[in-house]
């Protein structure tokens, strides 16, 4: 008996190891020098140029325009359980008071300008009469950044913005009171909870995207190529799981250094006998670097005509146009007329592009700023903001849950000699 369960094992081992992930995992690079990982993981385009979040409707008539696309009100619709407590029955005051943590001085400060003038933009295009902002630096380190949340606290703020990244919001939710709601920019979707919101874009609903796209050209087999740092954990970490669930095979993982330069020996690690079973490259990069590996993955001879190449959203950038590696390659990214018709807008006020995370901080106050409007208190405003039927705000669609998930909804581009041509939505 005992050498028939032997043998059902092993008939079980031989059977199914092909189901198992059978990957590599290669170094491109030694690290240069020590990575900001939460810098990461505000988005993979790292430092001014972070990843695009979210997006208001392109109008002809301005005068008319709507900030923020809400639903119309159904009563019959299921709405998400109340997160409303005691404290969030308290009714609003005449002025609601929202805090804004934002990065004022230091080497990120450039960020926060931009962000604040995109929250007074929001509140001048909502003629919002109800709201005050009250901004305060979240400084460098973790005490200046106390001391600014409890300011806020003590200003009797009803919501906080900001802050920018996550370990930055993770501290402030356990140092101002459960009952004011914190919209954090980040996309570290670990700290998100209930009173905390990740607001920036998801890698993982990146990940399923982009996997589904996958299937849509029938790729069974892919190699992927992504930074060592923990963005890029969190990247590999979602593929292994999508590769499971979509039945595409990963081969290899190739891994570089974010902050790498010189990309001269890329080239000889990428192993083309190992590759010819792919039919497709997953390239988590962006800008010169996404420029530099794509080039040297075509010279090693992984053709894109042979081998489709995908992205996410960090191949959103112009700057990558005219590269042939990645003509006819494919990524996901959210919509992008409107947010082009916001930028216009912003660059005729300050004389400026703004980054790309403003997006996001325009579309949470204008949301806001709709929301309490008929709101007499906390828990009337959230279950406005958590509404299963969702918004569309600068960069498309996007819905809110009660447990601090923002998901939203990515469409698919192709890589053209000028351009980038929506494909799917």
């Known amino acids: 008996m005992k050498y028939l369960f032997l043998i059902l094992f092993l008939l079980f081992i031989s059977c199914s190891k092909d ?90 400060k450039k960020l926060g300008h931009s962000i604040s003038n995109a929250l007074e933009m929001a509140l001048f295009e909502t003629k919002s009469q109800n709201i005050k902002l009250i901004f305060r630096d979240s400084g460098e380190n973790l005490e200046m950044l106390a ?16 802050p920018v990244f996550s370990f930055q919001a993770a501290m402030i939710r356990k140092k101002v009171k459960i009952n004011i709601p914190i919209f954090s920019f980040t996309n570290d979707e670990s700290i998100k909870s209930e009173g905390l919101w990740t607001l920036g874009f998801s890698p993982k609903q990146q990940i399923e995207a982009i996997f589904l796209e996958m299937l849509n050209h029938s790729i069974t087999d892919i190699s992927i190529i992504a930074p060592e740092n923990i963005y890029g954990d969190i990247i590999l970490q979602e593929s292994r799981k999508m590769s499971i669930l979509k039945n595409i095979q ?28 792919d039919n497709g490259l997953l390239i988590i990069a962006s ?41 006819g390659g494919y990524f996901i990214a959210p919509q992008q007329h409107s947010y082009e018709t916001f930028v216009s807008r912003y660059f005729k006020l300050y004389d400026m592009i703004p980054n790309e995370i403003s997006g996001l901080a325009y ?14 208190n906390m828990d009337e405003l959230l279950n406005f903001l958590t509404n299963p039927i969702g918004f569309n705000g600068i960069f ?18 192709e890589v053209m000699e000028r351009n980038f041509v929506i494909k799917s939505k």
């Open 396 to 413: 498309g669609f996007f819905k809110i849950s009660s447990h601090g998930d923002v998901l939203r909804k990515f469409i698919t581009y």
């Open 19 to 108: 189901s198992f992930i059978k990957e590599e995992i290669v170094l491109i690079e030694e690290k240069q020098e020590t990575i900001n990982n939460e810098a990461d993981i505000i988005n993979e385009q790292e430092k001014i140029n972070n990843d695009k979040i979210i997006t208001p409707i392109e109008k002809k008539n301005r005068d008319n325009e709507k900030i923020i696309e809400t639903p119309k009100p159904i009563e019959t619709i299921k709405k998400e359980k109340s997160i409303g407590t005691k404290d969030y029955k308290e009714p609003f005051d005449e002025i609601v008071k929202i805090g804004v943590l934002l990065p004022f001085s230091g080497k990120n």
């Open 363 to 376: 579309d949470i106050l204008a949301l806001l700023s709709i929301g309490l409007k008929d709101s007499n």
């Open 250 to 277: 990963i081969n290899q993982i190739y891994r570089y250094d974010r902050k790498a330069k010189d990309f001269s020996k890329f080239s000889k690690y990428l192993n083309k006998d190992n590759l010819l079973r």
């Open 147 to 162: 001391k600014a949340s409890k300011d806020l606290e003590k200003e009797g703020v009803a919501i906080i913005i900001g």
């Open 287 to 327: 800008g010169k670097q996404l420029r530099e590996i794509s080039s040297r993955a075509q010279y090693k001879g992984l053709s894109p005509k042979k081998i489709k190449y995908f992205g996410i959203s960090g191949w959103n950038d112009d700057e990558i146009l005219g590269e042939p590696a990645l003509l």
